[in-house]
C-alpha cells in the first residue's frame, strides 16, 4: 500500500475500548510502543477489528509534536512515541525530523525550523514524538 502518510506502523490489536459512537483501538507495534486511535462503532466493524488482530495506522508527519524535555509534563495527546532522533531536513521553512524507534521504525514529523531550532534538535538527541488519537487513521489489509 501507498500512501502519503509519512508515518505507516504496522501492530496487533491489544485493546478495544466500545463507546456509543466511537471506539479506542490500541495498537502494539514494532519495539512494544503503544498508539491509540479513536474511530468510530462503525469503523471498527467494517474494518473487522479484534483484540489480536493485525491492523496498520497511519499518521501524517504534520500531526505530530516533538518534545525534548517534558520535565513532568502531562499532555492531553495520548500517543508518546519514544526515540532518537536520526535525521534532520531543514528547508526555507520547516524542518523534518525523523526518530528512531527502539525495535525497529521510525516516526517523521514537520515542524518548524524556530521550533527545531528552540528545541536543540540534533542527530543523536533523545526526543518524543506526540499526537492525538484522533490524528491515527487505522486500516487493515484487504
Not at 456509543?20 to 495498537?27: A, R, S, T
Not at 502531562?74 to 528547508?91: I, P, Y
Not at 514529523?109 to 528552540?118: K, L, P, V, W
Request: some cysteine; aromatic content about 2%; hydrophobic content about 45%.
Amino acid at each position: 500500500m501507498q500512501t502519503s502518510a509519512r508515518n505507516q506502523f504496522v501492530g496487533k490489536v491489544s485493546q478495544i475500548k466500545t463507546g456509543m459512537v466511537n471506539d479506542e483501538i490500541e495498537l502494539v507495534v514494532a519495539g512494544g510502543q503503544k498508539i491509540v486511535a479513536t474511530v468510530t462503532c462503525d469503523s471498527t466493524e467494517q474494518l473487522g477489528l479484534v483484540v489480536g488482530g493485525e491492523a496498520f495506522a497511519l499518521v501524517k508527519a504534520s500531526s505530530i509534536i516533538i518534545v525534548t524535555d517534558q520535565q513532568g509534563a502531562r499532555f492531553s495527546a495520548r500517543n508518546h512515541l519514544h526515540g532518537t532522533v536520526s535525521r534532520l531536513q531543514t528547508g526555507a521553512v520547516n524542518t523534518e525530523v525523523v526518530l528512531d524507534l527502539p525495535g525497529g521504525g521510525a516516526v517523521a514529523a514537520i515542524i518548524t525550523n524556530e521550533s527545531s531550532q528552540a528545541l536543540g534538535l540534533a542527530v543523536g538527541v533523545p526526543a518524543s514524538a506526540l499526537f492525538k488519537a484522533t490524528s491515527v487513521i487505522l486500516g487493515v489489509a484487504a
